[in-house]
């Protein structure tokens, strides 16, 4: 895979709307490439879930404090990606799977799937609050896929496709995209290569008609 850098997004634009011609496929990061967080660092999200749970916790007579939750997460995620590095090369993790151990840990039997859903729900919530389109980004995201590109949207992120589809619709463009792949889901990720290979098996691409922005 040929890598292309571009300073200026007015660059960047001029050259894949030139490349685009000749790709059936355009590809994009989703973070920091169509959405661009209010923030510096996406890991101070964390902390108000956490904070939404001690509530909880406190609301059911558990003494739970913020920062206890908080060092539970890390330490329930930091576990699965080591677990996952045991068969993959990617040391990825997966929202669903060590939040649900985070509430068994602190609720016992009341951390059912309605509880999941319920702290899920808020942890996207906050994320959206974060979240800003790069307009000139998404602008050119919607014309490729009004022309008949297929458009898909890739992330290496704890996130699963289909909460990061709750966060694409949120910012206007979930229409426009045939597809979202996120590492959660394989544990394959862009960053060792291994998750551009598994898009380009399962949408039958041809590497010199995709596109990677």
Not at 6 to 12: A, E, K, P, Q, S
Not at 60 to 83: A, C, F, H, N
Not at 156 to 172: F, M, N, V
């Amino acid at each position: 895979m040929t890598w292309q850098i571009f300073y200026t997004l007015d660059r960047l634009l001029a050259a894949g709307e030139q490349l685009a011609e000749q790709c059936d496929t355009v590809s994009f990061d989703l973070f920091d490439t169509l959405l661009v967080r209010r923030l510096h660092d996406p890991d101070l999200l964390k902390p108000a879930t956490s904070r939404f749970i001690a509530a909880k916790a406190h609301s059911m007579g558990l003494s739970w404090t913020w920062p206890m939750v908080q060092q539970l997460r890390d330490k329930l995620e930091s576990e699965q990606r080591q677990e996952t590095s045991q068969s993959f090369e990617d040391h990825e993790a997966r929202y669903p799977d060590f939040m649900r151990r985070v509430l068994q840990e602190i609720f016992a039997d009341h951390a059912d799937d309605a509880l999941l859903d319920e702290v899920t729900d808020y942890e996207l919530q906050v994320e959206n609050s974060m979240l800003v389109p790069r307009d000139k980004l998404v602008c050119w995201l919607k014309a490729l896929h009004a022309t008949g590109k297929r458009v898909l949207v890739l992330s290496d992120i704890y996130l699963p496709a289909d909460h990061l589809q709750h966060l694409i619709a949120a910012a206007g463009f979930l229409d426009s995209v045939d597809a979202v792949v996120s590492s959660a889901d394989t544990f394959l990720a862009k960053a060792s290569g291994k998750g551009f290979a598994l898009v380009l098996d399962r949408y039958g691409l041809q590497c010199d008609r995709w596109l990677h922005v």
